[in-house]
Nanobody
């Protein structure tokens, strides 16, 4: 069974930075695209960023482009989200997930596994 454990969230001021980490287990990590998603209070979960199985391609939501960077370390089965120049509208619970399709990458199009607990990011104004 796939397990996804997110960490690294916290409270930060506007303009600050955070680095989120996602540890994945129960899958051959290097075969699957990974993504970060977020859900703000009262809103639906939305796509943030994704990265191909080999790290060669990445794609971002327009709202975070130029501020967030997604990277992965296949040797550690981890994916990271470096978040810079944070804004209050970035406040949300952040989740990672893996695409169920091996060696498949279609930017924001994912077939999801079960979601983990997520990590809370709060940006104060």
């Amino acid at each position: 069974q796939v397990q996804l454990v997110e960490s690294g969230g916290g409270l930060v001021e506007t303009g600050g930075s955070l680095r989120l980490s996602c540890a994945a287990s129960g899958l051959a990590f290097s075969m699957y695209a990974m993504g970060w998603f977020r859900q703000a209070p009262g809103k639906e979960r939305e796509f943030v960023a994704s990265i191909s199985w080999n790290g060669g391609s990445a794609y971002y939501a327009d709202s975070v482009k130029g501020r967030f960077t997604i990277v992965r370390d296949n040797s550690k089965s981890r994916v990271y989200l470096q978040m810079n120049i944070l804004k209050p509208e970035d406040t949300a619970v952040y989740y990672c997930n893996a695409d169920r399709r091996a060696y498949y990458y279609s930017e924001g199009n994912f077939m999801f596994h079960s979601w983990g607990q997520g990590t809370q990011v709060t940006v104060s104004s």
